[in-house]
């Protein structure tokens, strides 16, 4: 979504090319679960001055528009996981997402702030004899490398599932009090309805000088978390990423509790959860519709939404009748790999990035953000999320070394 003039409600003089600028240790651009993390990690440091800068308001983005599983893993099943990226490669990134949600818990009792964190589980739910099969492979994998895991044989939902993995570590969180909880505990200067509208470089100083429509903020550090809008802002990741939508709906309180587990099924492609409240949420059927369901429209569509109401009465009898309450969309960020980047913009000294959770973004953002704040801070190179790592198509980062192992 664009902003027009007309919206700027601040009525504040118009910025000139000489208004003051605001000075800061670090900046970061979007509000989102990576930003808001990031700041989580700065804070810890001693004596930073941190601006979050964000285009609308915190949690605009996908990260106040998902389902608020927090799993390990990836969308892919581990032994698919290890089929694409081999074994050693494989067991980083499901202990990367472990230590992901770690830092959630920690951040549990440590901020006193409530974001509805739930200890539920997880479901894998197959949804066919050969998804039942992938699972099977996947316990057996997992067990092998040390994950905790169960395999259930028989549907744990009684909805006409084959089977289920269960992940036990995994969890449920209210998304939007989660990003609010980490800006608030971080106490960050949040500068809100500044959508940023260009970086440079300072050549004398080498720091990032950066234009919002109201000010102008210097920067020795810049922290890009801004996920599917990042093309937008910086074209140089035009090529590496691909904008996806994607649709839920929610429906008014059910009578009964359906549901004590966060479940996802169809390998990723449909997801559910019921909210303490008694509303089940529904999203997922992106796969019907791949070539249409793109870019940062913030729609929802007749095909998905009727596709979604259909998934709801087949399997949810129970909410029958019950109605739909809410219906959303929010847009995220693919890569060629599958998995996210984290680097050095090549044109600027001093921009780092970390984007591209490939919809999976509340399982890793938390440590996501604290690789990107050792890389720019300590100078400590990311490895299997190196943003120049030779399995990624277009990769033109400077920073790192070509990565093939963790
Ligand atoms: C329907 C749906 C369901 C999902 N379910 C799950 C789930 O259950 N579990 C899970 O792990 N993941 C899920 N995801 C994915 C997850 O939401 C994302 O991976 C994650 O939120 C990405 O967080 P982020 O902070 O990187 O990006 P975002 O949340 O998109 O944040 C980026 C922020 O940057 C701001 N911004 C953009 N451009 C500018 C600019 N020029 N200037 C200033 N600010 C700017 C935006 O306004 C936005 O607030 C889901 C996604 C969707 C859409």
Redesign the pocket.
């Known amino acids: 979504m664009t902003n027009s003039i007309w919206f700027d409600s601040k009525g504040r003089e118009a910025r000139t090319e000489d208004s003051p600028v605001k000075e800061f240790d670090v900046a970061i651009?979007?509000?989102?679960?990576?930003?808001v993390s990031c700041a989580y990690f700065l804070s810890k440091r001693k004596n930073l001055k941190v601006a979050l800068?964000?285009?609308?308001c915190l949690?605009?983005?996908?990260?106040g528009?998902?389902?608020?599983?927090?799993?390990r893993g990836i969308e892919t099943y581990y032994n698919q996981c290890i089929d694409k990226y081999g074994r050693e490669k494989a067991k980083y990134v499901y202990a990367f997402a472990e230590e992901s949600q770690a830092v959630l818990r920690r951040f549990v009792d440590e901020c006193k702030i409530d974001f509805e964190y739930d200890p539920c589980g997880s479901y894998v739910l197959a949804d066919s004899i050969e998804e039942l099969e992938d699972l099977e492979k996947s316990y057996e994998l997992l067990r092998q490398d040390g994950f905790g895991v169960e395999l259930i044989k028989a549907d744990p939902t009684d909805r006409g599932f084959y089977g289920a993995l269960l992940n036990g570590g995994d969890f449920g969180i209210h998304p939007v009090k989660l990003v609010r909880a980490l800006a608030q505990f971080s106490k960050v200067e949040l500068l809100e309805n500044?959508?940023?509208q260009r970086i440079e470089t300072q050549r004398s100083s080498q720091k990032t000088l950066i234009h919002t429509n109201n000010e102008k903020i210097l920067a020795g550090k810049t922290l890009i978390?801004?996920?599917?809008?990042t093309p937008y802002?910086e074209p140089w990741f035009g090529p590496k990423l691909q904008v996806a939508r994607?649709?839920?709906l929610s429906t008014y309180p059910l009578k009964n509790e359906i549901l004590d587990r966060v479940c996802y099924a169809n390998y990723g492609w449909i997801?559910f959860r019921q909210l303490k409240d008694k509303r089940l949420l529904l999203?997922g059927k992106r796969n019907t519709q791949l070539q249409e369901e793109v870019g940062l429209a913030d729609i929802v569509t007749a095909p998905i939404q009727i596709a979604l109401e259909e998934y709801l009465t087949d399997r949810f009898p129970e909410a029958a009748g019950v109605g739909i309450q809410y219906r959303w969309?929010?847009?995220?960020a693919f890569t060629s790999d599958g998995l996210p980047l984290l680097g050095k913009l090549p044109q600027h000294p001093e921009v780092y990035f970390a984007?591209g959770?490939n919809?999976?973004?509340?399982?890793y953002?938390t440590n996501m953000a604290q690789q990107l704040v050792a890389l720019a801070l300590d100078g400590k190179e990311p490895s299997v999320f190196c943003a120049n790592r030779s399995s990624l198509k277009n990769s033109n980062s400077t920073l790192c070394d070509d990565v093939d192992g963790p």
Do not use: D, W
């Open positions: 651009i979007g509000g989102g679960i990576l930003g800068i964000e285009q609308k949690a605009y983005g996908s990260s528009r998902n389902a608020g599983f927090v799993l500044e959508p940023v978390a801004t996920n599917a809008y802002l994607a649709q839920m997801y999203g969309s929010g847009s995220m984007v959770c919809g999976h973004g509340m399982g953002s």
